[in-house]
């Protein structure tokens, strides 16, 4: 394979000097050879030679193995001052009987960490927070709830789905995914709802590590005053009208909570009309859920959030008996702004401050999972 790069010295940072012939580098002339027996445990048996001149950086006769797997590398850059193109990038690669996704995992050594939406929010929302992740070294897994976002079909009437649905089968059908074929461990960081779920996951064995964001009991009462002033409204009034009117909870036309399957917002409703919550609905089987989490966890929560009160949030934290808890509560002034409030965090604004609270808490957990391995 030969790929011919017009301005590669523009991209490397290369070129000549004032202009002219002569390369920035020059009367550089030297071999290396390497050979490593084991570098990691998966990639071995590195070898092969680096060259570099005044014409000519290459990697020569790179080759090791990958599980066993042998792979090759040749790749070359070369320099002709005289040429309409003078920089040439070459490359051959040959990794035959060797799964290339696999071998990227395995050079990544963060963490997957997947981001389970709050209620009627969309994957979208978390692409920045996403991105962020990507850029400390993780693997950042967003994905829209049944019914909700690219997971919405084209109408919402008659749809079948429930929050149930939306823990047991989509939640959990992610974490089974991100962690299949990967040796990184596997965080959550789930935001309001998302955070609320993992009592029902039927694998959340899977998970290594768990960061509830503004996520607390649901129960109508211990709403903040702001939220607990219109939620009967919406509780005895709007939710069981309207969803028998139209088949599901019309709520962007309302500007509440978006649109919802009839399903969930009944079984949503249920929930939050019941002191304990989910285990309250759910009785045994999803109290003994959440006391099987038994990893490490912490929940990130805000004092001007205008949904959860720091009652709510310590009812559920509660729930997570066994979990190696650590909290924060964190006010606006903490981080020398106005507001955070329920949505805040996974805003950019807070990407120099409240972000690598959560990114530095999942380092820690790494370098001590990684001790003891």
């Not at 976002?149 to 959990?172: H, Q, R």
């Not at 992610?174 to 039927?202: D, Y």
């Not at 909870?249 to 304990?276: M, T």
């Amino acid at each position: 394979m030969v790929i011919d790069v017009a301005d590669l010295s523009k991209a490397l940072g290369l070129g000549y000097r004032d202009g002219n012939s002569t390369p920035l580098i020059r009367s550089f002339e030297r071999l290396v050879q390497f050979d490593i027996a084991t570098p990691t445990a998966e990639v071995t048996a590195i070898r092969g030679v680096a060259v570099a001149n005044d014409t000519r950086l290459a990697l020569e006769g790179f080759e090791g193995k990958f599980k066993a797997n042998p792979f090759k590398v040749a790749a070359a850059v070369t320099f002709n001052a005289k040429a309409p193109e003078p920089y040439q990038l070459q490359a051959n690669v040959d990794v035959s009987g060797i799964d290339v996704g696999e071998l990227l995992r395995a050079a990544n050594h963060g963490a997957t960490i997947v981001l389970p939406c709050a209620m009627g929010v969309k994957q979208s929302f978390y692409f920045a927070f996403a991105r962020w992740l990507a850029e400390q070294g993780h693997v950042a897994i967003t994905f829209d709830y049944r019914g909700m976002g690219e997971s919405a079909p084209a109408s919402l009437k008659g749809f079948a789905a429930s929050v149930t649905d939306w823990a047991t089968k989509d939640y959990n059908a992610v974490l089974r995914w991100a962690k299949q074929g990967r040796t990184q461990p596997l965080f959550v960081v789930g935001h309001s709802l998302g955070g609320q779920l993992p009592g029902l996951l039927p694998d959340a064995g899977l998970i290594d590590g768990l960061v509830t964001v503004a996520s607390g009991n649901g129960y109508w009462r211990y709403n903040a005053p702001q939220t607990r002033r219109v939620v009967p409204w919406l509780w005895w009034v709007l939710v069981p009208v309207l969803t028998r009117v139209y088949g599901y909870f019309p709520g962007k036309r309302l500007r509440k909570l978006g649109d919802l399957p009839r399903g969930v917002v009944l079984e949503w409703r249920r929930w939050c009309l019941h002191r304990d919550y989910v285990a309250g609905v759910g009785g045994e089987p999803v109290r003994a859920g959440y006391r099987r989490i038994a990893c490490p966890m912490l929940s990130v929560s805000f004092t001007d959030d205008e949904m959860m009160t720091d009652a709510s949030i310590r009812t559920l934290n509660a729930c997570y008996a066994n979990a190696r808890l650590e909290t924060r509560r964190i006010a606006p002034y903490d981080v020398g702004v106005p507001r955070i409030g329920h949505f805040g965090f996974f805003r950019e604004q807070f990407r120099a401050t409240l972000w690598p609270q959560v990114a530095g808490w999942i380092g820690a957990r790494l370098n001590l999972i990684t001790e003891t391995s």
